[in-house]
């Protein structure tokens, strides 16, 4: 076959004509694919939510970004681009999180490889971490007359957004963070590695109280613990009720502060003079996450908002001083 006819029989090809009797899927370009996948996501998200995982899913198919893309508009995917974006955005359609199809969720302006063993960071948490570093920086004189490193626990790694951050943004602090799954583990060690963050993990059921031996006195604690009762399932959006793990999302509903009560209790032997515990938890428990702290001897407890205006992370301290004072 000649070059030019072979030339004009790839034009033909990518149009979708089949004229040699093969079978071609027609190539969409960059901006069709975008398109495309905007508009399905319509019927489930808000335009400019639909927007953004589509551009987010583009940038995981080709590698490039957003303004890249625009003077690439009409390149089309290849062969392979094509088949992921065939099978991927029948995922996407179907509700899975784009975090969990990239494999990637952003966190305090850093990258995290993500799967579905692990929840996928909330910018909600970005403000328990940024009050924590704001906490420790204002209290360095009292925190370094102890002169030894400032020590951190997170209870409940996940995809290790917290300790990660936390250890990022306190260098010289020791930060421990422990989890009862072995595969959320094992992508945080990955995280950390990825990120050169030098945490120590380990494998505790943080219930059951005999694994509390295997940790120790803390300057810092802190935890976004599952606190879903698991009876509001149904309530949730269905890409994080039958995508994201349970195991990290509800507790039962005869006790849906078990963990807070745990962590509370922890606190009494493991939370060094000077410490400070802070959690996560959502609105309806707040109240009474904070009479459980105070109920247990905690002092200058309170409570903060997130940038939403829900009621949404807690403060509890040791023994002496206080943050307020
Ligand atoms: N600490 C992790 C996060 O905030 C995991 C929390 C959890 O599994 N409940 O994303």
Not at 126 to 150: A, M, S, T
Not at 168 to 173: H, M
Request: aromatic letters at 10%; a negative charge.
């Amino acid at each position: 076959m000649s070059e030019a006819f072979l030339s004009t029989y790839e034009d033909l090809k990518y149009s979708g004509f089949d004229i040699l009797g093969f079978i071609f899927t027609i190539m969409l370009s960059y901006s069709q694919a975008f398109y495309g996948l905007k508009e399905r996501l319509q019927q489930m998200y808000e335009a400019s939510e639909a927007a953004a995982i589509s551009h987010s899913f583009m940038e995981y198919l080709t590698g490039l970004g957003k303004l890249d893309r625009l003077d690439k508009k009409d390149v089309l995917l290849t062969t392979a681009q094509q088949e992921l974006y065939e099978t991927k955005t029948k995922e996407i359609a179907a509700g899975k999180p784009i975090q969990y199809v990239t494999g990637s969720a952003w966190f305090m302006g850093r990258e995290f490889c993500v799967n579905d063993h692990v929840l996928i960071p909330r910018p909600e948490t970005e403000e328990l971490v940024e009050w924590i570093v704001e906490d420790v920086n204002k209290r360095r004189p009292i925190l370094n007359d102890q002169e030894r490193v400032l020590s951190v626990l997170d209870i409940g790694t996940g995809s290790g957004c917290i300790p990660i951050s936390l250890k990022l943004a306190l260098p010289g602090a020791e930060v421990t963070s422990c989890d009862i799954s072995a595969d959320a583990l094992s992508v945080a060690r990955n995280n950390a590695s990825k990120l050169q963050s030098e945490i120590c993990l380990i494998q505790t059921d943080f219930l059951d109280a005999s694994d509390h031996n295997k940790l120790g006195m803390y300057d810092v604690i802190v935890s976004n613990p599952p606190y879903i009762p698991v009876s509001e399932k149904d309530r949730l959006d269905k890409n994080v009720r039958d995508f994201e793990p349970g195991i990290a999302l509800f507790v039962p509903d005869s006790d849906a502060l078990v963990f807070y009560r745990a962590i509370a209790i922890f606190g009494k032997e493991h939370l060094s003079r000077n410490g400070y515990i802070y959690c996560e938890m959502d609105a309806a428990h707040a109240q009474e996450c904070k009479t459980l702290f105070e109920q247990l001897g905690y002092q200058d407890v309170c409570i903060k908002k997130d940038m939403h205006g829900n009621w949404r992370m807690l403060r509890a301290g040791g023994k002496d001083e206080s943050l307020t004072s």
